[in-house]
């Protein structure tokens, strides 16, 4: 079984900082991709970020300069800062962990957490 732990969401004025994160558990080989992604109200889930295990980033354009993901391999933690933070950034953010198992690859996600940016 693998369990993805979000944490760190919350309410926050537009400008300001939420720092996300994400404990990956279970009987894992290893972990390859994680990623953060979000879905806004009435709209399709979107990626944020991704990280490879080798810490190649990926970013959508619409967070550019202002989130930055990382990850600790040791600790299985993947983390979301979120700087300069704006309205439209409210959403559900999902971590999401591509892993390996028994030489087979899986995709796993978190339950989501909750991001409210006010005007």
Known sequence: QVQLVESGGGLV??????????????NIFSIN???????????????VAT??????????????GRFTISRDNAKKTVYLQMNSLKPE???????????TRWSKMFDYWGQGTQ???SS
């Open 51 to 64: 990280i490879t295990r080798d810490g190649m980033t990926n970013y959508a354009d619409s967070v550019k």
């Open 13 to 26: 004025q537009a400008g300001g900082s939420l720092s996300l994160s994400c404990i990956v558990s279970g």
């Open 33 to 47: 991709v994680l990623g953060w992604y979000r879905q806004g109200p009435g709209k399709q889930r979107e990626l």
């Open 89 to 99: 950034d409210t959403a559900v953010y999902y971590c999401n962990a591509v892993v």
């Open 115 to 117: 991001v409210t940016v």
